[in-house]
């Protein structure tokens, strides 16, 4: 089967005109991960045994909501007693690229136990800081002023509004705008369409983000951003093909991702510059990941799928080697501030920040980790992160985070 490579655009530092993109390929040779199947008990399909554990479900030539959910073709495989043969045209495969499945005509779908969770008590820590706080949020008063092009993406379109809800209940006690926030789904090369929906918000793209837009040849391209807009604060679009096909907890992850940086505009007051590029863009890493994986039947068994996934993409372990604990103390530094180490070409402050992210709010909890940028917005925020978490953030660099870098790349 023929890999696909997804290209990837959630990076958009405001100062940098060139194109940002990251490629990498998430589906496999098993097809597309649909996300986690969890069988609660031992299993028989048509005389075929599948024992209680947690599944990766792939896909290939059908969407994964075919397969998933009460009335996808799985559970109706399940219904069936253990010996009954499959319904026409479907045919069992056994494992012959890593993974069994069944097939019709082309189209199919593979499972995949999984084996072990493989989450450190660190990171297990942080999705629990992030599902405490979930608990109680059931509150916003956030309007979405929603744009659909025609022909749109059909999962964005599902997954936008509802995710966007779920992310603003999450935040609102932090940050729950009375502003309309404008959002759109679009099509690539819609730079005049979306400059048409955003008029009305007196939003219009940046010349170099219309010109991308425009020129946006490649179909498998995103382009997804949060942008600042005076009158209501964040401007928030996705821009994507109609025939991408992404996993539903992914673009889960990336629409949260990008409702971070909302919410960094809302609290900091500036897309960029006022918290570290590491932290703007690892923590939408992170909370992208744990909010999604929150959401989800198996917290963490998703999130260890997903966190897996993004670090890969992001190469994070071609960025750390050959590299000594002081050139990667150097790049830290240098993330800061430096795009072309947070983001494009080494994407170290999406990949390592989000490891950052992941335990400073293990260690300090959500609550202090957001504490620091409200505290960063008229403040220097190296004066405020030693404020809040006793220790000046070179220190935090040396002593915590690159061992703890170095210690997760190990696993990947
Ligand atoms: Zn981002």
């Not at 559970?75 to 069944?102: C, E, H, I, N, R």
């Not at 999705?127 to 979930?134: G, K, M, T, V, W």
């Not at 494009?344 to 390592?352: D, H, I, Q, V």
């Amino acid at each position: 089967m023929k890999k696909r490579l997804i290209t990837l655009l959630v990076i958009t530092p405001l100062l940098l005109s060139s194109q940002l993109s990251a490629s990498t390929s998430i589906a496999s040779e098993q097809g597309t991960p649909c996300g986690i199947y969890k069988n609660s008990k031992n299993e028989v399909i048509a005389g075929v045994k599948f024992p209680k554990g947690n599944y990766q479900i792939y896909t290939y030539g059908m969407p994964c909501n075919k397969v998933l959910g009460k009335k996808g073709v799985l559970a109706t495989f399940l219904k069936q007693k253990d010996q009954d043969p499959l319904p026409k045209p479907w045919k069992y495969q056994s494992d012959t690229v890593g993974a069994q499945g069944f097939s019709a005509s082309g189209i199919g779908f593979r499972v995949k136990l999984i084996q072990k969770t493989q989450l450190s008590s660190t990171a297990t820590k942080a999705l629990q800081s992030i599902n405490a706080r979930l608990k109680n949020a059931t509150n916003s008063n956030l309007k979405i002023d929603l744009a659909i092009a025609k022909d749109s993406n059909k999962l964005f379109v599902e997954l936008l509004p509802t995710t966007i809800m779920e992310n603003a209940q999450f935040w609102s006690n932090f940050y729950d705008p009375k502003v309309v926030l404008p959002a759109a789904i679009a099509l690539p090369g819609d730079s005049d369409w979306l400059n048409e929906q955003f008029a009305k918000h007196s939003y219009s793209l940046p010349r170099w983000r219309y010109d991308q837009i425009k020129n946006q040849n490649n179909t498998q391209m995103m382009i997804f951003d949060a942008d600042e807009n005076p009158t209501t604060n964040s401007v928030l679009y996705f821009v994507i093909g109609k025939d991408n096909s992404q996993q539903p907890a992914w673009a889960k992850s990336t629409i949260s991702h990008e409702y971070v940086h909302v919410i960094q505009i809302g609290l900091t007051g500036a897309r960029n510059g006022r918290i570290p590029c590491w932290s703007t863009e690892g923590s939408a890493v992170f909370y992208g990941n744990a909010l999604s994986a929150s959401k989800l039947g198996n917290p963490e068994v998703e999130y260890a799928e997903l966190r897996k996934n993004w670090l890969a993409m992001l190469n994070l372990k071609k960025a750390l080697s050959g590299k000594s604990e002081t050139e990667l103390l150097d790049l830290l530094r240098k993330s800061e501030s430096d795009f072309r180490v947070c983001a494009e070409p080494l994407y170290f402050g999406y990949s390592a920040g989000s490891l950052m992210t992941e335990i400073l709010i293990s260690e300090h909890g959500h609550e202090k980790f957001v504490q620091w940028w409200i505290n960063s917005r008229n403040n220097d925020w190296r004066k405020e992160f030693a404020a809040l978490f006793g220790m000046e953030v070179d220190s935090f660099y040396m002593n915590i985070a690159i061992p703890y870098i170095l210690k997760d790349a190990q696993n990947l």
